[in-house]
């Protein structure tokens, strides 16, 4: 593999940066850094899609002919890895890497030529509605109900975890619209306008004092059928494709090493009175820079793969397997460099609109929150047991 860019992609290298010192303001590049969560709030993330949409870049790795760059796989690898070292926000990942590719792969005309542009230039703000009270990792035995009443479905349930549904104006939902022998038989995808009346949703507070998360209820909310992606009953079917987007379609090793990089400066630093001379803390750095190279290879093959058309297909799960693992164990490295500091939690969020002198130095203000926070990485998006099933069933045939 050639790792190496040639003339055009070094312009091109060029041309990204240019368009992040240009657009990145010091509120933005800040609200990420004291982010914990892997997804930015609203006000940051859609002005950050905004300017995206406007330079043609809001949607990376969709096809050129619904707003897509059409970027080759080193294009792509260079803005993201560019993104990653700036420091810029996340977009609604919800809406320009998840739903954007189920609609594109299965919506009808007029649902592509609705909700695409809305997506691009950031009109929409998504959350997705999958899990449920007792359907999370077996997310097949969902209860949640769409009745048809003519030319609409009523629904009755609820969903949890449900990751910005105070902020979002739009939801993508499985719901259940059969009984058949096969849990997996009867669920269709539908698209939920979240001022439609009946919706209610209530904060969830996580374990590191964040309000990221909800439970919605739905009381009797009339969906029109139009709304319904695909065919009915075959839900299941784009749910899958669309998790495989979500695990497999992005490039993690570039923010993991930029955070690695930042708990590494931690620990250089007298504010943790030098922990990198701790031999244990050194090996562990080295042994997680090893674990992102390897990672980063295999998310190249995945890209060129998705240059192509294909879906991420079994590796995805590998991708999100590992960058979960990763991920926690970043973070359980920050917690360690700081040591006894990490008692010291502020519990205001957002942390980047503190309107106080914090505890603690803001170079160590996120340690401790990404450290809860990422208790979750290993669950969100499929458990890593649920990965490995799916590795052995598809790539082992175990």
């Known amino acids: 593999m050639d790792l190496s860019f040639n003339a055009e992609e070094r312009a091109f290298q060029d041309e990204v940066r240019g368009f992040i010192a240009k657009n990145l303001t010091e509120e933005m590049k800040r609200a990420t850094a004291l982010t914990p969560s892997v997804f930015s709030d609203p006000d940051i993330g859609m002005a950050w899609q905004r300017a ?202 570039a923010k993991l090493r930029e955070g690695l990089k930042a708990i590494a400066d931690l620990a250089e630093s007298d504010l943790t009175g030098r922990a990198i001379d701790s031999p244990d803390i050194a090996t562990r750095i080295s042994e997680v820079e090893v674990d992102i190279d390897a990672l980063e290879m295999t998310e190249l093959r995945v890209l060129s793969a998705l240059q192509t058309g294909q879906n991420p297909g079994a590796v995805s799960s590998i991708l999100k397997l590992r960058n979960s693992e990763i991920r926690q164990a970043v973070t359980r490295l920050g917690a360690d460099v700081i040591g006894h500091d990490a008692l010291a939690v502020e519990p205001m969020r957002p942390l980047y609109k503190l309107n106080r002198e914090p505890a603690t130095p803001e170079e160590m203000l996120t340690v401790v929150p990404e450290y809860l926070n990422g208790r979750a990485y290993t669950i969100f998006g499929g458990t890593s047991e649920i990965q490995r099933d799916i590795i052995a069933k598809m790539m082992l045939g175990i």
Request: net charge negative; glycine share 12%.
């Open 52 to 253: 995206l949409h406007k330079q043609g870049w809001g949607a990376p790795g969709w096809p050129v002919e619904y707003g897509g760059p059409d970027w080759t796989p080193a294009q792509r690898w260079i803005f993201e890895t560019e993104s990653a070292r700036a420091g810029v926000p996340n977009v609604n990942v919800m809406g320009v890497k998840m739903v954007g590719p189920v609609i594109i792969g299965f919506g009808s005309p007029e649902q592509k030529n609705f909700y695409l542009p809305r997506i691009l230039s950031g009109e929409d703000y998504w959350c997705q509605g999958y899990s449920e009270p007792g359907s999370g990792s077996d997310l097949s035995s969902l209860k949640t109900r769409a009745v048809r009443d003519g030319d609409d479905y009523i629904i009755n349930g609820t969903k949890i975890w449900t990751t910005h549904a105070h902020h979002a104006s739009r939801m993508f939902a499985l719901v259940r619209t059969s009984d058949g022998p096969r849990q997996q038989d009867g669920i269709s995808f539908i698209l939920i306008d979240m001022k439609t009346p009946g919706i209610t949703t209530r904060p969830i507070l996580t374990i590191g004092g964040d309000h990221e998360v909800n439970q919605v209820f739905f009381d009797d909310v009339r969906v029109p059928v139009a709304n319904r992606v695909g065919d009915e009953d075959k839900g299941w079917t784009y749910g899958k494709y669309l998790l495989e987007f979500e695990r497999g379609s992005g490039i993690a090793s």
